[in-house]
């Protein structure tokens, strides 16, 4: 897969985040719910002026300082660590692109503009409210995760040969 290709994973998660959230702000009220699956799941217009579950609320300067500061390791690592290593280098993307998708709206909005609303049935939790930013954020942890473990597998191998 060529470098465009990943940056284009990457262009893709931010456009496909501010898209619904545009949705979200241009059809919802805030504080509107619409339910999908009720009670577990529904499109709940939130809007968040800090970071995760809120924290740190109204320092946007620090988030800006902090997003500007992980972009840069993120280019930094995908092109100088991650060459020949396609897990590593989509998690990287996705961290990318979600890392940019909430710092447009930290930037021009002052605020995330967060939507998914869901309730774990098995222990009555109602999960804080995330976006596709929010979510790509998580799932590129759990790639680096696996490239992690891929390759520590690959070099004990390398070693035992």
């Not at 939130?46 to 924290?55: E, L, Q, S």
Request: a positive charge; proline letters at 2%.
């Amino acid at each position: 897969m060529s470098v465009y290709k990943y940056y284009g994973l990457a262009a893709f998660v931010v456009l496909l985040d501010q898209w619904t959230k545009w949705l979200i702000v241009k059809n919802m009220e805030l504080k509107e719910r619409i339910s999908v699956w009720d009670p577990w799941f529904g499109i709940l217009s939130h809007r968040n002026r800090g970071a995760a579950w809120g924290m740190l609320e109204g320092q946007m300067w620090l988030f800006s300082i902090v997003t500007i500061g992980v972009i840069c390791a993120i280019l930094y690592f995908y092109h100088k660590e991650a060459k020949g290593k396609p897990i590593f280098q989509v998690g990287l993307m996705f961290l990318l692109g979600g890392a940019i998708g909430n710092f447009i709206d930290r930037l021009f909005r002052g605020e995330v503009v967060d939507f998914v609303n869901v309730l774990i049935p098995v222990i009555n939790y109602d999960f804080p409210i995330f976006n596709i930013a929010d979510a790509a954020l998580t799932i590129a942890v759990v790639i680096l995760m696996i490239g992690l473990i891929v390759e520590d597998k690959k070099e004990k191998k390398q070693v035992k040969q």
